[in-house]
């Protein structure tokens, strides 16, 4: 995969439903930053998803 390809896709999922997300900031309000995180990493598919694009991004060299 290309890099800006993925850097694209990572946005495009950021600005689609990360941004303004209701949960992430009700989280972040009671459990902390670091509560929240640990949310979108190990319960949200598009927490997922954003890991396995920033591993792929990784992986690629340009
Ligand atoms: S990863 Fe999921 S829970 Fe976290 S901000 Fe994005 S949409 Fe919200």
């Known amino acids: ?3 800006l390809i993925v850097i ?3 946005d495009e999922m950021l600005e ?6 209701f ?7 009671n459990g902390g930053k670091a509560v929240a995180h ?3 990493i190990d ?7 954003l ?3 920033g591993i792929e991004l990784n992986k690629v060299k340009n």
């Open 1 to 3: 995969m290309n890099k």
């Open 8 to 10: 694209r896709e990572i």
């Open 16 to 21: 689609t439903y990360c941004d303004g997300c």
């Open 23 to 29: 949960i992430k900031r009700e989280l972040k309000t």
């Open 38 to 40: 640990r949310f979108c």
């Open 43 to 49: 319960h949200c598919t598009v927490g997922e998803q």
């Open 51 to 53: 890991r396995f694009l």
